[in-house]
């Protein structure tokens, strides 16, 4: 099993930053990948950012240029810094992972973040 616990959630105004952070314990020696989704009030679970065991990331169009998704592999943490926040980036954010041995992927239980006007 793999647990992950996030942090860093909150309420900002548009044009602020905020950074989440998520920690993974346990079964983490074959975690290749691990990444940000999001789900907003009536919308579905979207991807937000990725990063590989190796470094490679991806990002979701609406937030290139804006968020960094980043890792620290001896912490066994990835980060989320979101600059330039919008209105429409409010939603609960969700931190996962993927293993491969065996195969699975992990959820953690979701931070909201808010964005005012």
């Known amino acids: 099993q793999v647990q992950l616990v996030e942090s860093g959630g909150g309420l900002v105004q548009a044009g602020g930053s905020l950074r989440l952070s998520c920690a993974a314990s346990g079964s983490i020696f074959s975690i290749v990948a691990m990444g940000w989704y999001r789900q907003a009030p009536g919308k579905q679970r979207e991807l937000v950012a990725a990063?590989?065991?190796?470094?490679?990331?991806n990002y979701a169009d609406s937030v290139k240029g804006r968020f960094t998704i980043s890792r620290d592999n001896a912490q066994n943490t990835v980060y989320l810094q979101m600059n330039s926040l919008k209105p429409e980036d409010t939603a609960v954010y969700y931190c996962?992972?993927?293993?491969?041995?065996?195969?699975?992927?992990?959820w953690g239980q979701g931070t909201q973040v808010t964005v005012s006007s």
């Open positions: 996962n992972a993927d293993r491969v041995i065996p195969p699975n992927r992990y």
């Open positions: 990063i590989t065991s190796g470094g490679s990331t």
